[in-house]
């Protein structure tokens, strides 16, 4: 007996002893710390990027606090935006005096990423209110319903928000579920998702999609953010997305915003976090980082991505691009949590 237990705690020691020994996550890979740099670079002491007519853009801010967060890099302008979009929620979530469930699905995200609680951020309830935008009764019931860009991107984007809460009610728990199991119905027979809602009755869609590779169609960035949704919920697809990921990749490796159409970095990126998220491996992310501006670059412009080459074969800089890049080749599917190890900055050394 007392060899027995003897044997039981050194067993137990030495499970301490690897678990207090065991390596930290090896940081996000260089690329990903380059384009965050170049990013953190273009935000203003407030917390905030600005658009061409000189305003602050919020949706282009939050998402590059999210890329921020998911490549460790830049934890102070993190913050700064992190603390300008809880000052700005209804700026940019609400329209037509209605929330919106894709922005705050964002918001969520970043409140996340930067270590906050997406129910206590700025004095909002950013899980809540996309909660209360679900249709409760008739053929979209299930939905996140969205004043201006209503659909399966949105409402993903807003599941996707939900994924980052800290706590479900019971009643939350039931609405999250509802709304897992429509956008599972909304998946086309043949795996991708297209933007525009079907009618859906005792859980099953009542129209077919329209034909992949038509204007209506299933896209990458739609499908790609729902399958994220799902995966995120711990929900699988009703089918085969991988498949479907894998059939609308063009030939030179990358995806466009339709299935194989050329390359874009945004379509890349999404795709990319997409099947990681769903457990799959990829080597798309070489499609993705010819698209990065390196050291044969203007000085000014390395680490970011352009969002496709030029047609005169230029790579420009692209600030949206280069923040939906970050996350998929750090290698990090959404939700993201404040990171535990940072750099101020991490330059493209030339």
């Not at 203003?44 to 890329?67: E, N, Q, R």
């Not at 922005?103 to 969520?108: E, K, P, S």
């Not at 799959?280 to 496709?308: E, H, M, N, P």
Request: net charge positive; aromatic share 6%.
């Amino acid at each position: 007996m007392r060899r027995t237990l003897a044997a039981l705690l050194a067993t137990c020691a030495l499970g301490a002893t690897a678990h207090a020994t065991a390596p930290a996550p090896p940081p996000p890979p260089r690329e990903a710390r380059w384009a965050a740099t170049w990013l953190a670079g273009r935000v203003k002491p407030g917390g905030y990027v600005t658009a061409l007519d000189g305003k602050p853009d919020l949706a282009t801010s939050v998402v590059i606090g999210i890329a921020l967060a998911a490549a460790g890099v830049a934890p102070r302008t993190l913050d700064a935006i992190a603390a300008y979009a809880a000052a700005h929620v209804d700026d940019y979530a609400v329209a037509n005096g209605r929330d919106r469930p894709g922005a705050l699905g964002r918001l969520a995200l970043l409140a996340a990423a930067s270590g906050r609680d997406p129910n206590a951020f700025g004095g909002h309830r950013l899980v809540d209110r996309i909660l209360a935008t679900q249709t409760s009764v008739g053929p979209e019931a299930g939905l996140f319903a969205d004043p201006v860009y209503h659909g399966t991107f949105s409402h993903a984007l807003g599941l996707l928000g939900v994924s980052a809460a800290r706590a479900l009610t019971a009643d939350q728990r039931a609405a999250r579920d509802r709304a897992i199991a429509w956008l599972r119905t909304q998946q086309c027979a043949d795996g991708g998702w297209q933007q525009a809602p079907r009618p859906v009755l005792l859980d099953l869609a009542l129209t077919e999609c329209a034909a992949t590779g038509s204007a209506n169609g299933p896209d990458t960035n739609t499908a790609a953010f729902a399958a994220q949704a799902l995966a995120a919920h711990g929900a699988a697809p009703a089918r085969d997305a991988l498949g479907w990921f894998a059939a609308a990749r063009n030939p030179q490796g990358g995806w466009g915003y339709a299935p194989r159409a050329a390359t874009d970095a945004d379509s890349t990126a999404l795709v990319v976090q997409a099947i990681g998220a769903l457990g799959g491996t990829t080597d798309a992310t070489k499609a993705l980082l010819v698209l990065q501006i390196r050291c044969s670059g203007a000085k000014a412009d390395r680490g970011a991505f352009a969002y496709q080459r030029g047609a005169d074969g230029k790579l420009r800089p692209n600030v949206y691009a280069t923040a939906e890049a970050v996350p998929a080749v750090a290698h990090k599917p959404f939700p993201l949590t404040r990171p535990a190890a940072t750099v101020a900055r991490a330059p493209l050394p030339c």
